[in-house]
């Protein structure tokens, strides 16, 4: 049971294989079954995706269910971050403008001097 758990696409894959052959040589199906089949085939595996990402999401809700019970919020830290490279940002921002502004300075003495 272990292994169907750990590769439910493979094992998907060898049923529907198995139904495929079994229709080919002992029921001599015709294309449209093959059809169907690979149809049916689609529909599972997109079951065992979307089975696979509710598990996901309950594994996601369990665990910040228990950082919240600890009195630990992940998304704080992340929080926390964020605001300091946005603070980080800002002076860096800060010290371009001010670089700039006394660009434009020199450059508009140096603009007088060449009127004058």
Known sequence: MKKINDYPYLTTSLVFLAIILFGHFFLHWQQEYFIFVLLLYFI???????????????????????????????ADDRLNEVAASLVSIDRNLAVIIEKLECVEKSEIRSNVKKKT
């Not at 599972?44 to 995706?49: A, E, L």
């Open 44 to 74: 599972v595996n997109i079951g065992i995706r979307l089975d696979d990402i509710s598990r996901q999401i309950e594994s996601f809700k369990n665990q910040v269910t228990i950082s919240k019970q600890m009195g630990q919020y992940p």
